[in-house]
């Protein structure tokens, strides 16, 4: 996923997704670097994956240096990648969104 692929597939000009995306103070980069670790978020969630190792997770979603990837996500979502994956369903009912704490 790059940001030429996604104003292409959108028929609109890098420019023109650039701004759009200014208005929510954010750019092509960012946002698609948010939707891979969405994406990784939810396979850490997912006990289907619980034997696939965190980092071919991160992988899998374009994260090919795990200290990279372990950086990013606490600082997205203010716990490690581990942490995550390990939290008890209680502790969280509804894992589709990031816990608060």
Same mark, same amino acid.
């Given at each position: 996923?790059?940001?030429?692929?996604?104003?292409?597939?959108?028929?609109?000009?890098?420019?023109?997704?650039?701004?759009?995306?200014?208005?929510?103070?954010?750019?092509? +980069?960012? =946002?698609?670097?948010?939707?891979?670790?969405?994406?990784? %978020? $939810?396979?850490? &969630?997912?006990?289907?994956?619980?034997? #696939?190792?965190?980092?071919?997770?991160? +992988?899998? =979603?374009?994260?090919?240096?795990?200290?990279?990837?372990? %950086? $990013?996500?606490? &600082?997205?979502?203010?716990?490690?990648? #581990?942490?995550?994956?390990?939290?008890?369903?209680?502790?969280?009912?509804?894992?589709?969104?990031?816990?608060?704490?």
């Amino acid at each position: 996923m790059t940001p030429q692929a996604i104003a292409a597939a959108h028929h609109i000009s890098l420019r023109h997704l650039q701004q759009l995306l200014a208005e929510d103070d954010t750019s092509p +980069a960012a =946002w698609i670097r948010h939707r891979r670790l969405e994406r990784c %978020r $939810l396979d850490l &969630a997912d006990p289907r994956l619980n034997a #696939r190792p965190i980092q071919a997770i991160g +992988a899998h =979603w374009g994260f090919t240096n795990p200290t990279h990837f372990s %950086r $990013l996500f606490r &600082a997205t979502y203010g716990i490690p990648p #581990r942490d995550y994956r390990n939290l008890q369903p209680k502790a969280c009912a509804n894992r589709q969104q990031p816990c608060a704490d």
